[in-house]
């Protein structure tokens, strides 16, 4: 691989940028989240599912709720110029995301650890899988997925042909906890969500840094998923698995990030990668680059940049608005929710304490109260008897479902 097949930072590219630094755009005291907000005719995967009219489609996890303008204003600046060929990676753009895990997360990245990505986290988490394969080593060691997960993890280990082991994660009073024993030996990587789809549990800090340290002693690579990390509710305090772990155990330490989720822009394939080990990260870079994935795509960057440089105070009244409802809920459903959410739009439910028959729980609801969740038998096992909901919704919307649930608690 040569420096140009992958644009990594480099002075030469500095005045090559193809986005410029975006004008502070105009205040806006009022983003919306207290208005209807009507998606219909944008195609969206998720009101696809509301399958009759007046459903409430809570189930895939993005939001219902306008992003931030920024974002939109960057795109249409950037569309006015009627070229959209290839462009170079936007150094800036390195040092945006070290800005803003400093300023957001107190965390001190180093900008060369940065992969800026013009493709979504399932598919990076996947390429970055086959980097880490060892070349003809078969049967591999298995790839371990603490449960229950997204589902994306299962999933990609299964279409990649790669072994995978799920550890049940142990449930407390407080809410999940990540393993505290030995991990299995040896095993190729463990997957992390963090904080956790579906329940919304932040890692404490310190249980980050243990993990960190058994997948080194089991000599596996810890990918800390954090696509929900900038969403942690205030109080909150995500932990960033590359600055987290032990320095003696970073080079076996990636954090996945992507402006997708935080900035409800999950259509616009966007992500990046914080490696800190050099080897690995050049792996990496040329696995992608194999599949046509370089640095330096023109709607990542323009998203990306537009969302880091100016979505601070959107994503500010946000975090107020997510809180606000996961309250409401919480309030609501009570013992219901298996584990308090301390970050992100999910509530993971049980079910029969819902009063819904645990196998057929999404369709008894869906006719019951219009409202469309994911089935927990999605997210590995113990997920059955399970329903996850996505409760970033505006106001009026939140409402009605509280109404609705309230059929719940009728005979
Ligand atoms: C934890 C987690 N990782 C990765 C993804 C995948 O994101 P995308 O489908 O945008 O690549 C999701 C999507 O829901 C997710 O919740």
Redo the contacts with the bound molecule.
């Keep these: 691989m040569t420096d140009d097949s992958f644009q990594r930072t480099d002075n030469r590219f500095r005045n090559l940028s193809s986005v410029r630094p975006t004008p502070a755009s105009t205040p806006h005291p009022d983003f919306g989240f207290d208005a209807p907000f009507d998606r219909a005719g944008t195609g969206s995967s998720k009101w696809a599912r509301a399958t009759a009219l007046g459903v409430i489609p809570m189930g895939l996890?993005d939001m219902d709720l306008p992003g931030p303008p920024a974002i939109a204003e960057a795109l249409e600046r950037r569309a006015r110029h009627r070229a959209y060929g290839y462009t170079v990676c936007d150094p800036a753009g390195r040092a945006l995301v070290a800005d803003w895990y400093r300023t957001r997360h107190d965390a001190a990245v180093d900008p060369d650890w940065i992969l800026l990505l013009p493709c979504?986290?399932?598919?990076a988490?996947r390429v970055l899988l086959e980097s880490v394969l060892p070349d003809a080593a078969r049967p591999q060691a298995p790839v371990l997925l603490p449960t229950p997960e997204?589902g994306?993890f299962a999933q990609l280990c299964r279409a990649a042909g790669l072994p995978y082991r799920e550890l049940p994660l142990p449930l407390g009073p407080d809410g999940y906890r990540l393993p505290s024993g030995p991990l299995p030996r040896p095993a190729t990587a463990l997957l992390l969500?963090s904080p956790h789809?579906p329940s919304g549990r932040v890692w404490p800090a310190d249980a980050v840094r243990a993990l960190a340290a058994r997948a080194a002693e089991s000599g596996a690579l810890l990918v800390s998923?954090e696509?929900?990390g900038d969403l942690t509710h205030p109080g909150h305090a995500h932990p960033v698995a590359v600055t987290t772990a032990d320095p003696a155990h970073r080079h076996l330490v990636v954090t996945l990030n992507?402006v997708?989720?935080t900035f409800n822009c999950?259509g616009i394939p966007s992500?990046f990668a914080l490696v800190p080990d050099p080897g690995l990260r050049a792996r990496f870079a040329e696995a992608l680059a194999g599949y046509g994935l370089w640095e330096g795509g023109l709607l990542e960057q323009t998203v990306q940049q537009a969302a880091l440089r100016e979505g601070g105070p959107w994503l500010d009244t946000l975090l107020d608005h997510l809180a606000a409802a996961r309250t409401r809920l919480t309030d609501r459903l009570g013992p219901a929710v298996r584990s308090a959410p301390q970050a992100s739009y999910l509530l993971w439910l049980d079910a029969a304490a819902l009063g819904l028959p645990p196998a057929e729980a999404r369709r008894t609801l869906l006719e019951r109260c219009g409202l469309e969740a994911s089935d927990g038998a999605e997210f590995g096992p113990g997920g059955r008897g399970s329903l996850r909901l996505n409760y970033a919704l505006p106001s009026p919307v939140l409402a009605t479902v509280l109404e609705r649930l309230e059929r719940l608690e009728r005979p």
């Design positions: 996890a979504g986290p399932r598919t988490l997204w994306g969500s789809n998923d696509v929900h992507s997708g989720k999950s992500s």
